[in-house]
């Protein structure tokens, strides 16, 4: 039976989860301020305004999805409606890590149609509007959703638990690695390194540059933790690989790129 103690934890570890995140990032922002002002992406600073209203609506969403994880996935659960187990051994630690990188995956897909779903004009308007009022987003835009979008992002892990078996400490592992994906998606600074983006194995991560761009524009780039999506549907911005270069001082890569969107 769930309780409002219950609840109470399920929130507080929702909280402090994004607290966490959040400002640890700024913080080390803030302490190599100097050290990463060539790795700024845009000129234009958040005013004390855009913080505000960024913790605010991220506290929110911590407690909806803190609220909706504890009845969607748990309550139910014990009702034997999804596919959530408790024991490890149960499919064993292969499945469990197997399970972790289908989840992750799973919800870049789910995330990216949600995402272009609600950049329809009603749903813009009603909903997703609110997010992008961070022209200039910071680590603290992590979670700073309208109720309606921040039920939306909720299902996710409710629904994967209906399709396949997921223990709760995949369910934890994929929820920190959410967090910590959204809030440097939302620094505003490209924190990849050069070497990383020089090699271009790494070429499938989203990056900083990626989602800031989103930022800007409004359009492009809706992809959380991976370029498919946006690479098979041409979706991405047409600056986006000349900005990453220029971004870390890449300066041989930009006019290549840039020549190299022209064409396509």
């Not at 803030?30 to 605010?56: D, F, H, K, S, V």
């Not at 499945?95 to 272009?116: C, E, K």
Request: with cysteine; charged share 15%.
């Amino acid at each position: 039976m769930l309780t409002l103690a219950h609840l109470q934890n399920s929130m507080l570890h929702d909280v402090i989860k994004y607290l966490l995140s959040a400002g640890a990032l700024a913080l080390l922002l803030w302490l190599l301020r100097e050290r990463l002002q060539g790795r700024r992406l845009q000129a234009r600073r958040p005013t004390p305004a855009n913080y505000r209203r960024e913790i605010g609506w991220s506290l929110l969403t911590a407690c909806l999805f803190a609220g909706a994880s504890l009845v969607g996935i748990f309550w139910v659960a014990r009702q034997g409606w999804s596919q959530l187990y408790w024991n490890l051994d149960e499919y064993g630690l292969t499945y469990a890590g197997y399970s972790l990188l289908l989840m992750i995956v799973a919800h870049d897909a789910y995330f990216y149609w949600t995402h272009r779903l609600l950049h329809q004009p009603r749903l813009m308007r009603w909903a997703h509007r609110l997010h992008h009022l961070s022209r200039t987003p910071t680590p603290w835009a992590a979670y700073a959703f309208h109720p309606g979008e921040a039920l939306l992002h909720t299902a996710f892990p409710i629904l994967f638990a209906f399709v396949l078996p997921v223990h709760p400490l995949v369910q934890l592992l994929w929820s920190i690695h959410m967090i910590v994906r959204n809030v440097i998606g939302h620094c505003g600074h490209e924190l990849m390194p050069r070497w990383m983006i020089r090699s271009g194995w790494f070429d499938w991560l989203t990056t900083t540059t990626h989602h800031d761009l989103h930022h800007q524009y409004g359009r492009h780039n809706y992809g959380l933790y991976f370029t498919w999506w946006d690479r098979w549907l041409g979706t991405e911005h047409p600056e986006y690989r000349a900005r990453l270069a220029s971004a870390v001082g890449l300066t041989g890569w930009v006019a290549a790129h840039r020549a190299e969107a022209q064409r396509g």
